[in-house]
Every structure is written in C-alpha cells, then in structure tokens.
T-cell receptor
C-alpha cells in the first residue's frame, strides 16, 4: 500500500526556535494535509494543500506541497510552549476516499 | 455543534469479550473512518464508509466489523477481543472532497 516517510521522528528545541519537518513518498499525491495531536486528544487539522507548489500559512505555520507531488514540508516559526505535540502529515492519492498518514514527528520544547 | 463524538472514552476488556465503539458526527459529512493508533505507528485505517450504505476495508481490518447505521453514525465492533487490539481508536469524518478529515477525541481500549 501507500506509505509516507515522515522525518524527523522527534525534535527537541528551545522556545523561540524555528522548526522544519517533512514528509516524502514514492507515489504521487493529489492532496497533502498536516495535523497536530495534543496528548490524550484526537488529531486536529492545521493546513490542507491541493496544488503542486502551493504554499499556505496558518499563523506561524507554513506548509508547502512539493513540485514533484511526492513530498510536503511544514515549518513552524518562533516556537512557543503550546506547539508541543505530535505532528502528522497525510496524503490522498488518485480518487481514493481515504488518507494515508505518516508516523508522526514528536515536538518537545525545552524551557 | 459537537463535531465528531465517540463513546466510550475508556474501556477495559478481557480476552474474548466483545464490544462496540460508537461514533457520531453532526457535520453532515458523507464519509466516515475508523483508525487505530499505536505508539510509533501513526494512524492506521481499519475500515471506512465513503457514503451511507457502503463500507470498505482499510489497512488493518482483521478482527473488526463495522456498521454505517445512518449518515451520522458509524460503529466499530470487536467480536472477540485480543490483547493485540489494545490501542487508541479514532473515528473521523469528511466530505468526499476536499478530503479534509475531522477526528473525534478517541477511545482508549485495553484488552487483558
């Protein structure tokens, strides 16, 4: 089946630093989405991308749909304590009515 | 507007017991999904329902059954629970396009 490789698996940063993470696949995707999961809760949609090359922002978060349609990137600028959590990428391919998820990037912020 | 709701929040079962996890959404979405989340494994699709009256297997369907009761409700049943089914289960819903899925708060299941 389809697989997404998300990296890094974990990040330990200082408050105020910028964060970058990415997701790659051997297959072409039509849609890329980024979710955040807080402890004990369900994932929450952050950003959705629908066109190759698209760059979309949501506050301090910026995500890009790679030109090859096989990757996507998420950047967080000037991290704050509430950014702590697990970030997941997800992709939709062809006309499938379902998503495939990456393994997640766990973000920890040192005080 | 509650979004996606799941019951129960927590459950402990003994091996061989059965139970049904309930999910409901009030966003008038056509598609609904069941996932399980295990440490380091991300979210894996168990079953999904693209529209009322249809269900399809996902990546890990063995040991589970589903029922799309109506447009709002999609239940997941474990007929004979096994320790390997200890996990956190999430329900989600979306429109056919643009494929943005919205998740419930999860059910934490332990099978002993």
């Amino acid at each position: 089946g389809q697989q997404l490789n998300q990296s890094p698996q974990s990040m330990f940063i200082q408050e105020g630093e910028d964060v970058s993470m990415n997701c790659t696949s051997s297959s072409i995707f039509n849609t890329w989405l980024w979710y955040k999961q807080d402890p004990g809760e369900g994932p929450v949609l952050l950003i959705a991308l629908y066109k190759a090359g698209e760059l979309t922002s949501n506050g301090r978060l910026t995500a890009q749909f790679g030109i090859t349609r096989k990757d996507s990137f998420l950047n967080i600028s000037a991290s704050i304590p509430s950014d702590v959590g697990i970030y997941f990428c997800a992709g939709q391919w062809k006309e499938a009515q379902k998503l495939v998820f990456g393994q997640g990037t766990r973000l920890t912020i040192n005080p | 507007n509650a979004g996606v709701t799941q019951t129960p929040k927590f459950q402990v079962l003994k091996t061989g017991q059965s139970m049904t996890l309930q999910c409901a959404q009030d966003m008038n979405h056509n598609s609904m999904y069941w996932y399980r989340q295990d440490p380091g494994m991300g979210l894996r699709l168990i079953y999904y329902s693209a529209s009322e009256g249809t269900t399809d297997k996902g990546e890990v369907p063995n040991g589970y059954n589903v029922s799309r009761l109506n447009k709002r409700e999609f239940s997941l049943r474990l007929e004979s629970a096994a320790p390997s089914q200890t996990s956190v289960y999430f329900c989600a819903s979306s429109e056919a396009r643009p494929y943005e899925q919205y998740f419930g708060p999860g059910t934490r299941l332990t099978v002993t």
